[in-house]
């Protein structure tokens, strides 16, 4: 069981990029999935989450407006559309899931992917 996290880069201020998150091993129809991101000399922090049905979905209010996390059963994806870049969200980016969870991760996940790097130059 493997979640695979893509699409990170180098962006500027202001400008727009979506990360993808595979899942391998298994499918995620019954796991909440999420996003996490981690700053030079920071503690990884809760990003963004959406619950195993797809309904309901959790955002920091640090990213709200400007962050969406959407899923794709079919593709056994997740995606993290994320717009009007800040110099701030420079971090590496971490998907992550939770069987039958709410999304809101209030407890560490079940499993971690591996990290994308997302660099805003301003």
């Known amino acids: 069981v493997q979640l695979q996290a893509s699409g990170g880069g180098l962006v500027q201020a202001g400008g727009s990029l979506r990360l993808s998150c595979a899942a391998f091993?298994?499918?995620?129809?019954?796991?909440?999935m999420g996003w996490f991101r981690q700053a030079p000399g920071k503690d990884r922090e809760f990003v963004t989450g959406?619950?195993?049905?797809?309904?309901?979905?959790y955002t920091s209010e640090f990213m709200r407006g400007r962050f969406t996390i959407t899923r794709d059963n079919a593709k056994n994806t997740v995606y993290l559309q994320m717009n009007s870049l800040k110099p701030k969200d420079t971090a590496v980016y971490y998907c992550?899931?939770?069987?039958?969870?709410?999304?809101?991760?209030?407890?560490?996940?079940?499993?971690w992917g591996q990290g994308t790097q997302v660099t805003v130059s301003s």
């Open positions: 091993g298994r499918a995620i129809g019954t796991y909440a």
């Open positions: 992550a899931s939770e069987f039958r969870g709410s999304g809101s991760f209030r407890s560490p996940p079940g499993l």
């Open positions: 959406v619950d195993w049905s797809g309904i309901s979905t």
